[in-house]
Nanobody, 125 residues
Framework: QVQLVESGGGLVQAGGSLRLSCAAS????????MGWFRQAPGKEREFVAA????????YGADSLKGRFTISRDSVKNSLYLQMTNLKPEDAGVYHC??????????????????WGQGTQVTVSS
């Protein structure tokens, strides 16, 4: 069993930056692709970015490219999301997840077997 705990969310002004972290425990996630998803109030969960087990192959939502960067540290068993030039529409609860059946980055939430509780990101205009 894998436990995922996100941190790093908070309140930031538009144009600001945040770095989200996701710490995994219970077992190593080095053999799983990992991803970030977000959900705003009243909206469906949205794919943000994913990274493969090699730590180099990434896949991100087209609308977020150039602003969001995903990375992972297999030694620390952790996942990160660097967010820059944040906009009010980026607000929501950000969840990290582990894709237990894939080593390549994938955007489909149904393929992720482990989820964290999420961290809140609020962007003021």
């Amino acid at each position: 069993q894998v436990q995922l705990v996100e941190s790093g969310g908070g309140l930031v002004q538009a144009g600001g930056s945040l770095r989200l972290s996701c710490a995994a425990s219970g077992r190593t996630v080095s053999s799983y692709a990992m991803g970030w998803f977000r959900q705003a109030p009243g909206k469906e969960r949205e794919f943000v970015a994913a990274i493969g087990t090699n730590g180099a192959t990434t896949y991100g939502a087209d609308s977020l490219k150039g602003r969001f960067t995903i990375s992972r540290d297999s030694v620390k068993n952790s996942l990160y999301l660097q967010m820059t030039n944040l906009k009010p529409e980026d607000a929501g609860v950000y969840h990290c997840a582990a894709a237990t059946k894939s080593r390549s980055p994938i955007p489909w939430a149904s393929d992720y077997g482990y989820w964290g509780q999420g961290t809140q990101v609020t962007v003021s205009s």
